[in-house]
C-alpha cells in the first residue's frame, strides 16, 4: 500500500527517547564552566606533542584494534591486552555493552540518581531501564538492587564513586553484592572517576573482576586523564567477553590521535598523580568551607560536589549560579552538581554559595 503521506518513522527505542539537552557551554573566558566534570587543566605538553605528530596521519585510517593501547593497558593494569575492549570514551564501550548483552525486553538494574547515559542506552538497545532509588544517604542501595534482579535482568551497572552524587560503594559492600548476583548477569563498575577515589575502603575492581568472571571494569581517559575531547575509554572483561565487545564495535571509532594521546597519557602518569593530587586537595578544602557555611554535602570521592535540593532551593541556586556566569549541571527534582576547578573558580563557588541561612 502507498500513500503520498508515508514518512519513513523513527522505530520505537528511539522514538521514545527523551530530547536530547546539549550541555551548556562556556560563552566566554569569564564564565566558570563547571557542568561536565572536565579536567580543568590545560593538556601535557608531552601528550599535545604525540597529538600533534600524529594529526599528520590524519589521512589513514587508525589502527582499529588499537593494539598499542591495548598493550600498554595490559602492562598498566596486570591483565592482557585480550582482556581489553577500547572504545570512543567508556560511554561509547558501555554501548557496545549493553547492545552485546541485550536483546529486546531484557534487563538492566543500575541505582537512580546516577549517570544520565544509563538509561538512555538501555533504551537505545530495546531493553527496559530498571532504576533503583539511592539511599537517603545518597548511597547505592545494593540489597534493593539485588532485590530487583529478575530472570530478564542481564545487565546490572554500578557507578562508584557515583555521577552525580560522587559518593563511593565501600568495598565490602560491593564483594557481598557480587556474591547474590546470578554468574550469569553481567556487573559493570562503571570506574570514570576511580583516580580521584582516595579515602578509606576503596573498591579494588581488577580484584573483584579475577575472582567474578561476571564483572566488567569500566574506565576512561577523559577525566582525570583530561582527553574528554578525544574520546577514549576502556573496558577490562573476561577474554571472551572483550572479544565480543571488539566484534561489535563501530570501526575506527577510536582515532589514532586519541589511541597515541592515552599512551603518552600512561607515560605522563606521575605528572597526572600530581594533578589528581591536587584536585582531592581542593576537594576536601571545598567540603568543609561548605559544611561550615551550613551545607549538607555527602562526602564526594570524584572531582564534584553534590548539593541536594528540593523545588524552592533549587531554583534559587540556579539563580544564584547564573547571575554569577557559573555553569553547573541541575538534575531538576534532585539537585545540583558543581565540577571543581582551579582554586579560584573554586572560591568563586563558596561566595556563591555563601551562607546557607540566607537560601530557603
Ligand atoms: C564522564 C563519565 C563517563 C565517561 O564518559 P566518556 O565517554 O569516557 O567521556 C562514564 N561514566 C560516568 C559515570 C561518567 O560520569
Known amino acids: 500500500m502507498h500513500s503520498l503521506h508515508a514518512r519513513p518513522a523513527l522505530g520505537k527505542a528511539v522514538a521514545g527517547l527523551p530530547p536530547y539537552v546539549a550541555g551548556r557551554r562556556a560563552q566566554n573566558a569569564l564564565t566558570a564552566a563547571l557542568a561536565s566534570n572536565e579536567s580543568h587543566y590545560e593538556p601535557l605538553p608531552s601528550v599535545l606533542e604525540s597529538v600533534r605528530s600524529t594529526a599528520l596521519l590524519m589521512n589513514r585510517y587508525p589502527d582499529t584494534a588499537s593494539t598499542e593501547l591495548r598493550q600498554r593497558l595490559a602492562e598498566h593494569l596486570a591483565v592482557t591486552a585480550d582482556e581489553l575492549a577500547v572504545g ?11 547492545t552485546s548483552f541485550c536483546d529486546p525486553g531484557d534487563e538492566v538494574v543500575f541505582a537512580w540518581r546516577s549517570f544520565e547515559a544509563y ?5 537505545l538497545a530495546g531493553a527496559r531501564p530498571v532504576p533503583v532509588p539511592l539511599l537517603p544517604d545518597e548511597n547505592h542501595d545494593l540489597d534493593a538492587m539485588a532485590a530487583a534482579i529478575t530472570g530478564h535482568t542481564r545487565v ?18 560491593l564483594q557481598a553484592f557480587l556474591t547474590r548476583v546470578p554468574a550469569d548477569v553481567l556487573v559493570v563498575i562503571d570506574e570514570a572517576y576511580v583516580e580521584y577515589a582516595t579515602g578509606p575502603d576503596p573498591v579494588d575492581s581488577l580484584a ?7 564483572v ?13 575531547g578525544l574520546r577514549v575509554g576502556y573496558a577490562v572483561a573476561a577474554p571472551e567477553l572483550a572479544d565480543g565487545l571488539r566484534r561489535a564495535a563501530l570501526p575506527f571509532a577510536v582515532s589514532a590521535l586519541a589511541q597515541r594521546a592515552a599512551v603518552a597519557s600512561l607515560d605522563a602518569a606521575h605528572e597526572m598523580a600530581e594533578r589528581v593530587h591536587g584536585v582531592v586537595a581542593e576537594r576536601e578544602r571545598l567540603l568543609a568551607a561548605l559544611r561550615a557555611q551550613g551545607w549538607q554535602v555527602p562526602d564526594s570521592r570524584a572531582n564534584f560536589l553534590w548539593l541536594r535540593t528540593d523545588a524552592a532551593l533549587h531554583s534559587e541556586l540556579l539563580h544564584a ?14 539537585g545540583i552538581r558543581v565540577s571543581l576547578a582551579d582554586a579560584a573558580t573554586n572560591d568563586r563557588v563558596l561566595n556563591i554559595l555563601g551562607d546557607r541561612t540566607a537560601f530557603g
Open 119 to 123: 538509561p538512555i542506552l538501555t533504551a
Open 88 to 98: 570512543p570514551g567508556s560511554v561509547g564501550v558501555l554501548q557496545q555493552i549493553i
Open 156 to 173: 546490572i551497572l554500578l557507578c562508584t564513586p557515583n555521577n552525580p552524587t560522587g559518593t563511593p560503594i565501600a568495598s565490602r559492600a
Open 321 to 334: 549560579f547564573t547571575t554569577a556566569d557559573t555553569l553547573v549541571r541541575s538534575n531538576a527534582g534532585d
Open 216 to 228: 566488567c571494569v569500566l574506565r576512561t581517559f577523559s577525566k582525570a586523564y583530561g582527553l574528554a
Open 208 to 214: 573483584l573482576y579475577r575472582r567474578h568472571p561476571n
